[in-house]
């Protein structure tokens, strides 16, 4: 599966700002299965969902 990095990378508390995924995931991207993957865009677009929210999502 593609990463879904957008080549934006600004953390805040840990996550980025431009795809949603912690540090930890990121890192582990290319060593996790398809299902891993997943799970991880799934995580990734709730917490899209919060930052856009609260104003700290700049980037689509």
């Not at 953390?11 to 930890?24: A, H, K, P, T």
């Not at 993957?37 to 856009?52: G, H, K, N, P, S």
């Amino acid at each position: 599966m593609k990463s879904p990095c957008i080549k934006v990378c600004e953390f805040e508390q840990g996550i980025c700002l431009g795809c949603g995924r912690s540090r930890e995931e990121i890192k582990a991207w290319k060593r996790v299965d398809h299902l891993g993957q997943e799970a991880i865009l799934a995580e990734a677009d709730m917490r899209l969902l919060v930052l856009e929210a609260q104003g700290k999502r700049l980037y689509r």
